[in-house]
């Protein structure tokens, strides 16, 4: 077995929207790596920074959001002062991204085959028959009969998970090493949604390629990834193994997480999160999930939780990790 190399770090970074409303602080001093061979979710509620930080590290931040401070580096390479032309040869070409909606990334108005010539020829010094010859097989890759036809068609004539097929064959055009999937299943049912993960981990296998995978959802987070970090309202919660993070959460929102969705080896009724994600105008003092934890006490309305490690590559921001044992909730 390979040693992994490292594909993606992010450190202390920070994302603002700066709105009329005031500064909402969406992702506030995140910081993670993504390896290779070792894929990754990052995990958390609506709101909790997930898809901000990925598109923060890729240099898609739309107004009014601002990076205001942190260090991006992808394959050892500072990426956070590079130009725009510079960024959009490392998106696509080197890092992947798959919305949750294929319709936001697929142009309504042309056809699946112009969509992926362009993204092609972007990429490589290719002839637009070459281009044509490699979109079809990105699609007979991704599992789409008929590839020369649906070459022809446009995104309106597929089915919703045959157009997220395409938005992936897309984000693959470029030949990534790292593909980013955010929520790819969230609006598929519930047989797409199996027939789409088993893809993107044949593709992971066949392509060599490393995935970070965008989540709310603690099932996937265990069917698909090998490392966890937990998110909550723009700071890490937790960071572990998937294993860890199963057998012994640190942190009370992490366990919440887990209590909250069907597991097939607990009996225990499901337990809802209390509450919901702060507003990052004014979010709490101190830890910003004190206000839905059972365990918070004075320190926590009053000092923000320091990252501690609790083990090899094991780290949590809780003031009182050692303290409690989650493992009953969990």
């Known amino acids: 077995m390979r040693d992994m190399g490292e594909l993606l770090r992010v450190e202390n970074l920070r994302t603002y929207f700066y709105t009329e409303a005031g500064v909402v602080k969406a992702v506030d001093d995140v910081s993670f790596a993504a390896n290779e061979g070792e894929p990754l979710g990052l995990v958390g509620e609506s709101g909790s920074g997930k898809t901000v930080t990925v598109l923060s ?21 500072e990426l956070e002062h590079r130009s725009e032309k510079e960024m959009r040869r490392v998106r696509g070409k080197r890092i992947g991204y798959v919305s949750q909606d294929p319709n ?8 699946v085959g112009n969509q992926l010539v362009e993204v092609i020829m972007t990429h490589f010094e290719d002839s637009k028959e070459t281009a044509w010859d490699k979109g079809v097989k990105l699609l007979k890759l991704v599992g789409i009969p008929e590839a020369e036809t649906r070459m022809r068609s446009y995104p309106h004539e597929l089915s919703g998970g045959m157009r997220q097929r395409v938005a992936i064959a897309r984000a693959l055009a470029g030949e990534p090493d790292l593909l980013v999937a955010d929520e790819p299943t969230t609006n598929l049912d519930v047989t797409i949604q199996a027939q789409v993960l088993d893809l993107l981990k044949t593709l992971g296998r066949e392509l060599n390629m490393s995935l970070i995978l965008i989540t709310h959802d603690m099932g996937l987070i265990a069917e698909m990834t090998k490392r966890v970090v937990v998110l909550y309202a723009g700071r890490v919660a ?13 942190h009370p929102y992490t366990a919440a997480l887990l209590a909250s969705v069907p597991r097939l080896d607990r009996k225990e009724l499901l337990v809802p999160i209390g509450g919901g994600i702060p507003n990052l105008i004014t979010p709490p003092t101190g830890c910003r999930f004190n206000p839905r934890c059972s365990y918070a006490k004075d320190i926590c309305l009053e000092q923000i939780p320091p ?4 083990g090899p590559r094991r780290i949590v921001a809780c003031h009182r990790w050692q303290e409690i044992d989650l493992r009953r909730s969990a």
């Open 57 to 77: 590290a890729m240099g898609i931040v739309a107004k009014p959001g601002r990076i205001v401070s942190g260090k991006i580096f992808f394959k050892g390479e």
């Open 104 to 111: 936001s990334s697929l142009d309504p108005l042309y056809t």
């Open 238 to 250: 937790e960071e572990a193994s998937t294993e860890e993070i199963f057998q012994t959460p640190k």
């Open 307 to 310: 990252l501690e490690s609790t």
